[in-house]
């Protein structure tokens, strides 16, 4: 484990570091363990003469290593965040569609893509630019040409107005030239690492040419920080923020001179797969940052550090809930900010290999995490980018992007992955307040968002292995094809009752493998019984969704009960929970019950409008809606098919506690009848 700049490769140490591990053994017990030491280590399972042993080989620092006895996986990891930090609650917003290419030349083609999704009918909530909008790829700047300051303004303007953001990348090398004023306020601060000898600037190479990098552990950096992205948001009210190269990355390796042994020591972790120097592609060991500490020692820290700035510096500018995004992460990073997973290749195994890292990452306390969706280096395809589409749509971050040279792969490009977008999009902005509660569920218990199989089905042994499928939460699976030229998927369904979340019909499968169709359009999407979603109508923006009435999906288990919850905010104060609505769902005895937590929000909550049962064996009859402990009274606007109830046309106020009751008859019901009147 040591954190390099490189893209994505396989059985190989990539941008973070986490060393935490989780082992499920016989009926669903599990136990976990995380060293915390930031200095590079090897990590060796079932390998040698040792099999069935854990080993860590670390090259210095302290051996500070914490169990976690579960007894279940989802205890070991609610146990590992209370340690390394909760993760933190994302604003709403972050939980819409991005998208983002490095190469967008100008302001003006960033306009366009805007309007090209509106066009398409396509939900867009955030537009990016990577270093394309830099003055000669320079910080807290921009280029004077192609991104004139009062046209980003003016741009930003129009996304605001619209309820869309805009977010720019940050990278932490700072340019050593005269008459730059992030660089000049730095000297003066005295903030960047040093060389060996504690008083020289280290000087390395990034973007811009010669660059230096701030010491987070200078008591000033942070203060230095702060000072420049609020000049830089002084130009353009940007929303967010996107720190990369931040392991440190080093277009060298170390400066040329260098030949320290801190560089090569004895022992050769296998950096890059083959024990390359630790000062590969970043800085030497042997610099200093304040308080004398070594690079050698703490070079894994750099990018937790820098978020941790960063996410500070915003809050404290805006007052409310910051989005930074950073490559580079170490135990914690999750508790400040959200993480992609680097440079992908646009191809049907990097796709694939996408669900175990995200799943990986919310195990790690990082829940807001997504992979470049159609592929970052290479021309994606028409049949790849159809199917990421449909997967990403579901990933806790969805994000669009891509590098420059390779074709342009905006969904809206091929009529194909825009129809697939729009419905793959309305589904997930139809689910952003189950998404949005499962975030805080995450922050205030710790635990995941994205998860494996296994972490619902501990005492399953069929899921232990399987990296193909993605839970969202403990209701829905998602089972996406991931290899070229397949039109269906085998899916394994544990021992619960399953419906498919496009048409709501139940699934015959429990406990075993199922091969589901799955043509180019279409995306195998399972909801889980037992579990009561709260849903809202889509809509082109996360704002414009927040504003639409709520829908109620009730998905019976096999003992005819559900259970769900609802946080609602205004989706950015700092003060997470402190102004909200929290409402509990039961189903139970033909009872659909609201209970009220919390409702001190101060602002309106859209209503419930409509209410569906999914799964209901029993013969309904009637419904009765019971308001704050009134009188049942009788609502004639529902509709049953099959094992399908709707309720509709419902003024249910959330912050009041509700019930809506299901009545039956003794006599059976047709297939399909309906008492829904105009």
């Known amino acids: 484990m040591w954190n390099r700049d490189d893209p994505t490769p396989i059985d190989q140490n990539a941008y973070g570091d986490h060393p935490f591990f989780l082992e499920l053994r016989a009926k669903g017990m599990a136990h976990g363990a995380f060293l915390r030491n930031s200095n590079g280590l090897d990590v060796t399972v079932n390998g040698g003469v040792d099999p069935g042993v854990l080993k860590f080989r670390i090259i210095g620092g302290v051996v500070d290593m914490f169990v976690f006895a579960g007894p279940s996986p989802k205890d070991v990891v609610q146990q590992y965040h209370e340690i390394i930090g909760r993760p933190y609650l994302p604003p709403y917003w972050s939980l819409g569609w991005h998208q983002c290419r490095y190469g967008y030349p100008s302001i003006d083609y960033v306009e366009e893509v805007v309007a090209n999704y509106s066009k398409a009918k396509i939900p867009l909530d955030t537009i990016w630019n990577d270093i394309d909008h830099m003055d000669k790829y320079m910080d807290f700047t921009f280029d004077p040409v192609n991104y004139p300051v009062d046209k980003v303004k003016s741009f930003v303007s129009k996304l605001h107005a619209n309820g869309q953001q805009y977010v720019v990348i940050l990278d932490p090398g700072i340019h050593n030239v005269p008459n730059y004023t992030p660089y000049s306020d730095g000297l003066k601060l005295d903030v960047y690492i040093k060389e060996a000898d504690g008083t020289t600037n280290f000087v390395g190479k990034v973007w811009p040419g010669s660059t230096v990098f701030p010491d987070w552990f200078h008591p000033s950096a942070s203060k230095y920080w702060q000072t420049q992205i609020a000049g830089f948001l002084d130009q353009v009210p940007i929303d967010g923020l996107w720190i990369d190269m931040n392991e440190i990355s080093n277009f060298g390796n170390g400066p040329p001179t260098t030949a320290s042994k801190y560089n090569d020591p004895p022992y050769k972790i296998n950096n890059c797969g083959n024990h390359s120097p630790l000062d590969t592609k970043t800085i030497a060991m042997d610099c200093k940052h304040h308080g004398n500490l070594s690079e050698y020692n703490v070079h894994n820290l750099f990018g937790l550090m820098e978020g941790i700035a960063t996410r500070e510096a915003l809050e404290s500018i805006y007052q409310k809930r910051s989005f930074v995004l950073s490559r580079s992460t170490f135990a914690g990073s999750g508790h400040h900010v959200a993480h992609w997973t680097g440079d992908n290749w646009s191809t049907f195994d990097s796709m694939a290999s996408s669900i175990r890292t995200i799943m990986a990452f919310n195990m790690f306390g990082v829940p807001l995490v997504g992979s470049d969706i159609c592929g970052f280096l290479g021309d994606t395809t028409l049949e790849l980018c159809s199917r990421w589409t449909a997967l990403g749509a579901f990933y806790p971050f969805s994000r669009n992007h891509d590098t420059k040279g390779a074709a342009p792969q905006e969904p809206y490009l091929w009529p194909q992955v825009a129809g ?183 602002a309106a909550v859209p209503p419930v409008t409509s209410v569906q049962f999914i799964g209901v064996q029993s013969s309904v009859s009637g419904v009765n809606v019971i308001v704050d402990g009134g009188a049942p009274m009788p609502h004639s606007q529902f509709k049953v098919s099959g094992e399908q109830v709707l309720v509709a046309d419902l003024s249910l106020d959330l912050t009041k506690p509700f019930q809506v009751v299901l009545t039956t008859s003794s006599s059976s019901s047709s297939s399909s009848s309906s008492s829904m009147t105009n």
Do not use: C
């Open 420 to 602: 697939i977008a729009r419905q793959v999009l309305g589904a997930r902005y139809s689910l952003l307040p189950y998404y949005y509660t499962l975030f805080y569920q995450a922050t205030v218990n710790g635990g995941t968002v994205a998860r494996p199989l296994f972490m619902e089905f501990p005492a399953d042994v069929n899921t232990t292995d399987i990296d193909t499928q993605m839970m969202i939460g403990p209701g829905l699976v998602v089972s996406p094809v991931l290899e070229q030229g397949a039109t269906s998927v085998d899916a394994y369904f544990p021992k619960a009752r399953w419906y498919d979340f496009w048409t709501r019909k139940p699934l015959d499968v429990y406990g075993d493998w199922r091969t589901l169709d799955a043509p180019i359009t279409y995306i195998p999407v399972h909801l889980r019984g037992g579990t009561v979603f709260p849903m809202q109508q889509p809509d082109m923006t996360t704002a414009a969704t927040r504003k639409n009435d709520f829908e109620l999906l009730v998905a019976l288990d096999e003992s005819d009960a559900a259970t769900g919850s609802l946080f609602w905010d205004d989706g950015v104060q700092l003060q997470v929970g402190a102004e909200a609505l929290r409402v509990s769902f039961a189903f139970n005895e033909m009872a659909l019950t609201a209970k009220v937590e919390q409702s001190n929000l101060g």
